[in-house]
């Protein structure tokens, strides 16, 4: 009885419980640390409004409901039928009974589960509604994960349409200077096309920035719940400053790997897995019911509710299946078979991560070390270009020539921020290995 109790109090707790995701649990803390406002703000949008996020809540719902029908078998149940009755008896003396009647039944029935079989089906059940709420963690992490890397992405595009612009700019001031030159005939038809094809794969650079950065914008609007008609309404911030404000770690525990979503989701399946073969073979067992009847007629001499107008009954009794075809045995191999199934599911799952955490930290670790080694190369490309600055300046070189010199250290500057978004994703990654413990 007081199992039954706790029970109860059980599913009305999850009865209670609102349909969301627990926002603690996603760390979105994590993405304040970037001093982006705007970055934040996508997170909490993409929270509030993802339709694919808030199928995962849906199908959370379904789950939560179905432990409580399941529930709902281990209880009595109760029903009423109203039935006309029309018959013909024969006339004993002075007995007689009506030959148009109205039957009002009132039934009880219970299977008594002395075997704890309807008790494991709702744990098995439950299981499956724990594993679901950790599949709906996963799939919010995975998308604050991308709406981050989308996110970054759109700011490095920035930074690379601003140095691809200039460097347009810096071919056309080329390519004006040698057509001049070609008229007065101080350079030949190869080095006058040389310099208009180096514009035109400028202008191609700068084209295939732009459909990149569009596509992103869509995209980001799309996670955030927003019509992706309304990309130029999207605000960000600056590349230049987005910076991770904290430290990020160079070892994760173990305890966080096996508690991420996927692994914990996993578990609970096996969980699941284990007591449905413990249902399957309890289904070899007698079942025990008690039914209880109370019948109310006009038939009978009497008023419609008196005690002489009514019939009361109650019936208990166990029942044992005696043939069914092999169906019981081919049910108990199949929850087998599906047990050792989910099993090795679980073990690939802590594999992969644990895998995917050291992928994660191997990322963070070697492409810190390139930013690293490209911001010094920034450095010395800008130290040789102004000694390019200082020789045009001084005569000693031609524009061109200084002007090329320019157009290499843009190079070396879209590749430092190319690193720079690289080892930021790699902080959203390593934020979606942990399972958002980070």
Known sequence: MFRKIVLALSIIAIGQSVLAVDRNELNPEF?????????????????????????????????RQQVKYSFS?????????????????????????????????????????????????TKSEKKSYEASQFEEKAVYISLLSDV??????????????????????????????DTKKFARGTISTSQL???????????????????????LLMQLAVLTGKSADCTSDLKRGKFEVFEYQNTIPDEVKSDV????????????????????????????????????????????????????????????????DIFTGGRKIANLKIQKARFEELFEKYRQTNLEAVKEVNTALC??????????????????????????????????ISAPEYLNELSGFIEVQKEAIQTKNQRLVNYFTLYKATGGAV
């Open 31 to 63: 993405f304040s640390r970037f001093n982006d406002e705007c970055l934040y703000y996508y997170i909490n949008e993409a929270i509030e409004n993802n339709p694919d996020a808030k199928q995962a809540s849906f199908r959370v719902e379904q789950y």
């Open 73 to 121: 078998k281990e209880l009595p149940r109760f029903s009423v039928a109203a039935n006309y009755l029309g018959i013909k008896v024969p006339q004993l003396d002075n007995f007689q009974l009506k030959k148009n009647a109205f039957i009002l039944p009132f039934m009880a029935n219970y299977e008594a589960d002395f075997l704890l079989k309807n008790r494991d089906k």
């Open 148 to 177: 981050a890397t989308v996110y970054t992405n759109i700011l490095e595009y920035d930074e690379l349409l601003a140095l691809s612009q200039e460097k347009v700019d810096i071919y056309e001031a080329i390519l004006k200077r």
């Open 193 to 215: 096309n040389t310099s208009a094809k180096n514009l035109e794969t400028a202008k191609n650079e700068l084209e295939n920035f732009q459909k990149q950065q569009e596509v």
């Open 257 to 320: 790997i096996f508690s991420r979503p996927d692994v914990m989701q996993a578990e609970k399946m096996l969980e699941k897995a284990k007591i449905d073969v413990r249902v399957a073979r309890k289904e070899f067992l007698p079942t025990f019911n008690i039914t209880g009847l109370w019948v109310f007629n006009t038939i009978a001499p009497g008023s419609f509710f008196s005690w002489e107008s009514s019939l009361a009954a109650i019936i208990a009794g166990a029942s044992q």
């Open 363 to 396: 990322f963070v670790k070697h492409d810190s070390e390139v930013d690293k080694n490209t911001l010094s190369k920034v450095q010395y490309e800008y130290k040789n270009l102004e000694n390019s600055r200082k020789k045009y300046e001084r005569g000693t």
